[in-house]
């Protein structure tokens, strides 16, 4: 067995892994990481099914070959339904929906209607001509539409989140949904690793490309492996039910609740709080989401996540610059004012500030 399988096999073993870990997890399936798991299931037979064209196996078993080429038209859909599960708990089937599965299943129906009308003999030569033209170019320019398929797939998918992002900015204080930006370059890092792969499988008779790419393939799921396991961590953050009805406030009433929010947050020290939330403060100031919701967009900061890091950060700025004990350390003034993610915290107050932490620290001492 060459290298080149033996790294195969390991890469399928550990997207079957991953795969059926996401898909029987009851956390990761609540958090629409179920499709995911499909999707890595699905890389995992591209691999095998590679593997198996290489070593002779579908020429012996002809009836076996050709089922899973249609699935690359899968990896896009599954991401797509990804995000779109994430952004709302309740995922419902819709003629909509079923549309974006219409391209695998038309392909999927042609294979199916080719095996049916032909003779076993024929789709063994078939096969022995699919591997006797692997290094031909006009097979290889075949495959880029695929990719991007599943590229347009995964932008879309991107663009879906950082609309959700957006959105949770209003209701919440402590959002961190960053893995799932991670998780989306990684598998984009994937797909395109494989793909280099296979340009060098057609144009390059050396192997030592080919086991290097393999190795980094494998790194790459591990990577992504572990945003995963970490990622089941995380809070599920979903936009609240707030009327988006017009809404507007007399001058003199949005001045008024401007300082009722104010105070509250300042007297209470409300922001301290890691988990709070806009209803949380609308509860407090004894006013609806959608109010508070208002002054705050209209006459504050730019939504109720930047407003209450706001004043995290001022918070963090007078502990960083009047206390002068050497053993309290960044992270305990991070908890101290209301962050329980040090990237959020870094990024928030180097935003504010232009410098980190420490950085900001040390102009004091």
């Known amino acids: 067995m060459s290298p080149i399988e033996v790294l195969s096999i390991v890469a399928v073993s550990l997207f079957v892994l991953l795969g059926l870990f996401l898909i029987t997890k009851d956390k990761a399936r609540s958090a629409g990481l179920a499709w995911l798991g499909a999707f890595f299931l699905l890389l995992a037979l591209n691999f ?22 249609p699935f690359v038209l899968l990896y896009g859909p599954l991401i797509y339904f990804f995000s779109l599960k994430l952004k709302n708990r309740k995922f419902k089937w819709s003629f909509e929906k079923l549309l974006h599965l219409t391209p695998f299943l038309v392909f999927e129906f042609i294979i199916l209607w080719y095996h049916i009308t032909t003779p076993l003999d024929e789709v063994r030569e078939l096969i022995q001509l699919i591997i006797s033209q692997q ?7 075949g495959m880029i539409p695929f990719f991007f398929h599943v590229l347009t797939y995964i932008l879309y998918a991107r663009k879906t989140l950082k609309i959700h992002q957006d959105q949770l ?15 989306l370059r990684m598998i984009l890092i994937i797909f395109i690793l494989s793909l280099l792969t296979t340009i060098i499988q057609y144009l390059a008779n050396d192997n030592i490309f080919s086991i290097l790419f393999h190795l980094l393939l494998l790194i790459s799921i591990l990577l992504t492996a572990k945003i995963l396991l970490s990622a089941l ?54 006013a609806s989401e959608r109010l508070i919701s208002y002054v705050i967009n209209n006459s504050m900061a730019e939504n109720f996540y930047d407003l209450i890091n706001h004043y995290r950060i001022e918070e963090a700025k007078s502990i960083l610059e009047s206390n002068k004990d050497p053993k309290l350390t960044v992270l305990e ?21 232009g410098m980190t932490p420490t950085a900001y620290r040390k102009l004091y001492q």
């Open 48 to 69: 095998l099914d590679g593997i198996l064209l290489i070593n002779g196996f579908l020429i012996t078993f002809p009836m076996l070959a050709l089922w899973e080429d």
């Open 135 to 141: 290094k031909n170019i006009w097979v290889l320019l």
């Open 169 to 183: 900015q209003n209701f919440h204080s402590s959002i961190d949904i960053q893995w799932v930006f991670e998780l």
């Open 233 to 286: 961590n995380q809070p599920l953050f979903y936009v609240s039910p707030v009327s988006e009805t017009a809404f507007k406030l007399p001058v003199d009433e949005s001045i008024r609740w401007k300082h009722e929010i104010s105070t509250s947050l300042v007297a209470q020290k409300l922001y301290t709080n890691p988990s709070l939330t806009l209803k949380d403060l609308s509860d407090h100031v004894g």
């Open 333 to 353: 003034v991070m908890y101290q004012v209301g962050f329980n993610s040090k990237s959020s915290f870094n990024t928030q107050f180097k935003r504010k500030t």
